[in-house]
C-alpha cells in the first residue's frame, strides 16, 4: 500500500491528468450500458406480463365471443340505418309540411275557412225569408244544406255544408285570454277526417277580415281544390257586387230621367 502510495506521488502532472480522464471514461461507459439494459428490460418484461383474456382460451367461450362481437356489429350497422332512414324521412316530411302551409296561405284558404263561418254563425237566428237571401248569396259560391248547431261546452258552431257537392263539416271555437282572440277552424270530411286546422286571429273592428293565421294541420286532397274554387267564387262574387255598387248612380239617374236607352238599328 505503501509503494502504491509513493508510486502514485512520484507521477507527473500530466500523468495524474490522463489517468483521471481514463477513469472519468470508463465510468461513462459504464453508465451508458447500464442505461441502455435498463431500457430494454421494460419492454420484455412488458411483453411477457401482458394479460391474455381467458375467455379467448377456452374454445368455446371464444366463439360466443365472436358470435357476440359480430351480432353487435349487426346491430351497429341496423342502428346506423334506421338513423339514417329517419333524419331522410323528417327531411320529407318537413318539406312536404312546409309546401303544404305554403299552399294553404298562397290560396287563402284560413281566410276562406273564415268567410264561411262568419257569413253563415248567425243564420239560425234569422227569419225564413233572412235565411231563404243568404242561401242564394252562399249558393253563388257553391255552398248548399246549410246546417248550424252550437258545441256543447265549448264557445263554438259545428257548420255542416256542401260544397260543390262534397259534404264538409267547420268546427269553429272562440278562444278567448286576457290578451290573446282567436277562432280555430277545423274542416272535416262526411267521413269525419280532419283536412286541416287553422287558427286565425279576426279584426277587432268589423270581426271579418284576418289580421293573423296560422295552419296547424292539413291533409292533401281534392277538398283543396274544393276550397280553392270557393275562394275564387268568393272574388268574384264580391268583384260583382262591388261592380253593380258602383254602378248604382247610373241606376238612379235612369229612374229620375225616364227615357229609352239607344239600341243599334240592323243593318
Known sequence: MNQFIQQVSNLSLGQAILIACSVLLSLFVVAVLKQ???????????????PVN????DPVLNQTLTKAEKLEDILNEDIATLKHNLEQERVEVT?????????????????????IYSEMKAFPKKSKESQETDMEWHRKVGVSDLKVEPIIGENGIIITFVLL??????SAITHTYARIHFVELTLSSSEDIKLILVRVKPEETLGRGVVEKAVMEMRQGEWIDDIIACRLLMDKRQTELDLLAGHREVEQLKDKFAFNPLKKRNT
Open 95 to 115: 318539406e312536404a309540411a312546409k309546401a303544404l302551409k305554403a299552399l294553404a296561405i298562397e290560396k287563402r284558404i284560413p281566410e276562406t275557412l273564415f268567410q
Open 165 to 170: 257537392r262534397h259534404l264538409y263539416r267547420i
Open 54 to 57: 381467458p375467455v379467448r382460451i
Open 36 to 50: 441502455l439494459f435498463s431500457t430494454k428490460s421494460p419492454s420484455k418484461s412488458s411483453s411477457k406480463s401482458s
